[in-house]
């Protein structure tokens, strides 16, 4: 059987969308069929675009997150339903959305499930899978089956652990992968990351550092085997820990990506973060003591949070070097806490989903305008990687950080010129000679 799984882009450019990383999803279901000896291609749209009036297959499977959800629908429409599965994210969130536009909906995990479906054993219209308990089972991802992926030029994607025993109101992993840690061993991979030929990973779990005993075991088998430029994501209190740190450094992490989320103490708590302002900052330092960039993350538009605390957190990140970060605007995902409060509350005034990406203001804010959300943050973001910083960077031999500077800079242009009249939001961008309202 042929099948073609599709990744879609979001409906316009915005900020992050400019990785040229496909989602581990789509690989790994793609693989497990392969080896079942199915005929497979992946197509994620921001990579490589195919022809979809030209593309021939028995079965096409799409995988949505809430910001593609839009553009997978429009993509499921120009196939007859019957050969369309949709999975992902928001898919697993709203399954009785997706439903209309396919012969089958995957909730959850579909590695168990997804053969048996494909082969047409699974017959109900809404498939839940079941959470791979152990993951070593799991086949290694076959990026060859990605058109227009060039792996061994590019930083390659490793998922070593699913789950996450936080709850944070903004967050719907806890809702796909459950609050249950589960960890690859080291030696599976090691061996992964041995049989790429690239020499630059990215650690994509949300937590790499969450048991750290396992990591530890890990990280000596990356000094061992001379795997030494990769970056991870991890939580604040992966600071406190000297010798983990220690180790870290010496087994090559570059960058770590950090939702600090917030710098206000009570959004901090209705997050649920469970960490403190005190703990953000001893994080910073003590990863910059072991030369370790940071990529740190925050999220604008919290209840407790009015125009200052968006000009409050630029201040921050520079006072504090960060190296370079993300500044989204809160974004009630489908299943979360903040969804249910703001929905139940009516204060969510659009659900064109493909608005939905951390940069556009989609709910009424608390303590400010939505219009004055959106347009702060974009000025405060705009301030960050602005030319002259960029320069400054480049003039300090700091070449990681003016590369990123340089991009977030142009990236936002383009952002700015895609969003310019605002048209989602109640009152117009004066900015624009043409704007008008929504």
Same mark, same amino acid.
């Given at each position: ?14 900020? /992050? ?84 536009? =396919? ?24 498939? /839940? ?26 930083? #390659? ?6 789950? =996450?025993?936080?709850? =944070? ?23 992964? #990351? ?76 209705? /997050? ?147 969003? =310019? ?18």
């Amino acid at each position: 059987m042929k099948i073609v799984l599709i990744e879609p882009t979001a409906s316009e450019g915005n900020v /992050y969308s400019k990785s040229s990383m496909p989602l581990l999803g789509p690989v790994y279901l793609g693989t497990i069929l392969k080896k079942r000896g199915h005929e497979v291609e992946i197509y994620n749209e921001d990579i490589h675009k195919p022809d979809y009036s030209k593309l021939d297959a028995d079965l096409i499977g799409i995988s949505v997150l809430t910001s593609t959800a839009k553009r997978g629908y429009e993509i499921a429409k120009q196939f007859p339903k019957e050969k369309v599965i949709i999975g992902g994210v928001h898919a697993s969130l709203l399954p009785d959305e997706a439903l209309p536009f =396919c012969r089958q909906v995957v909730v959850g995990e579909a590695d168990d499930v997804i053969v048996d479906v494909v082969e047409g054993r699974r017959k109900e219209p809404i498939v /839940y899978g079941t959470p791979v308990q152990n993951l070593d089972t799991l086949p290694n991802p076959d990026f060859t089956l990605v058109k227009g992926f060039w792996p061994s030029f590019l930083t #390659m994607p490793i998922s070593t652990s699913r789950g =996450c025993p936080f709850d =944070c109101s903004f967050c719907s992993v806890t809702k796909i992968f459950g609050r249950k840690y589960r960890f690859r061993s080291a030696e599976n991979i090691i061996e992964e #990351m041995k049989s790429r030929h690239t020499r630059s990973f990215f650690f994509v779990d949300d937590n790499f550092t969450a048991d750290p005993e396992r990591t530890r075991l890990l990280l000596e088998l990356l000094l061992k085997n001379k795997i030494n430029h990769w970056n991870c994501q991890v939580r604040c209190d992966a600071a406190k820990d000297k010798g983990l740190l220690r180790l870290m450094a010496d087994a090559g992490c570059r960058a770590v990506c950090i939702g600090f989320e917030s710098i206000n103490p009570m959004t901090l708590q209705a /997050y649920q973060k469970r960490q403190t302002l005190d703990e953000i900052v001893s994080a910073i330092r003590s990863f910059h003591r072991r030369k370790i960039k940071i990529h740190g993350m925050f999220i604008l538009g919290g209840e407790d949070d009015g125009k200052s605390a968006i000009w409050e957190t630029l201040k921050f990140t520079i006072k504090h070097k960060i190296d370079t970060i993300q500044m989204a605007i809160l974004t009630p995902f489908p299943g979360t806490k903040v969804y249910e409060s703001l929905d139940a509350q009516k204060r969510i005034f659009t659900k064109d989903w493909s608005l939905y990406d951390g940069q556009h203001v989609v709910f009424n804010p608390k303590l400010l305008s939505a219009r004055d959300l959106q347009m702060n943050a974009l000025q405060a973001y705009t301030k960050f990687y602005s030319l002259r910083r960029a320069f400054a960077s480049l003039i300090q031999l700091h070449f990681r950080n003016a590369m990123f500077r340089f991009i977030g800079h142009f990236t936002i242009k383009e952002w700015v010129k895609h969003n =310019c009249n605002m048209t989602w939001l109640v009152q117009p961008n004066p900015r624009c000679g043409q704007a008008k309202k929504a």
